[in-house]
């Protein structure tokens, strides 16, 4: 059962934006921190994005600083990655997850749930 969903990838030639979404409503339990990851075949899931539910913190990784935002609405549950000014280097699939217990946002081995992801591809 897939218990989270991405949506908005795309293919966009650099300089431009997307928006991804991931619906968490699938979620019954309590989430202690959410997080948008990106793979690239041969490579570990890198952190980019990453938000802390009891305060909203939000953590990013450093090569999307400035360009990428992470926003969640708990109303609709769920949690969107903005993202502007794209480059060839941000290409790869991004993956939502989402932890139950505490941890440190930006190790993947904190989440215990994760969507199928959605693939980005940017051209120069």
């Known amino acids: 059962q897939v218990r989270l969903q991405e949506t908005g990838g795309g293919s966009v030639e650099a300089g431009g934006s997307l928006r991804l979404s991931c619906d968490t409503s699938?979620?019954?339990?309590?989430?202690?921190?959410l997080g948008w990851f990106r793979q690239v075949p041969g490579n570990d899931r890198e952190p980019v994005a990453t938000f802390y539910t009891s305060n909203s913190n939000k953590q990013y990784g450093t090569s999307v600083k400035g360009r990428f935002s992470i926003s969640r609405d708990s109303a609709k549950s769920t949690l969107d990655l903005q993202m502007n000014n794209l480059k060839p280097e941000d290409t790869g699939k991004y993956l939502c997850?989402?932890?139950?217990?505490?941890?440190?946002?930006?190790?993947?081995?904190?989440?215990?749930?994760w969507g199928q992801g959605t693939q980005v591809t940017v051209s120069s």
């Open positions: 997850a989402t932890a139950r217990w505490a941890g440190n946002p930006l190790n993947r081995r904190s989440y215990d749930t």
């Open positions: 699938r979620i019954t339990t309590p989430i202690n921190h």
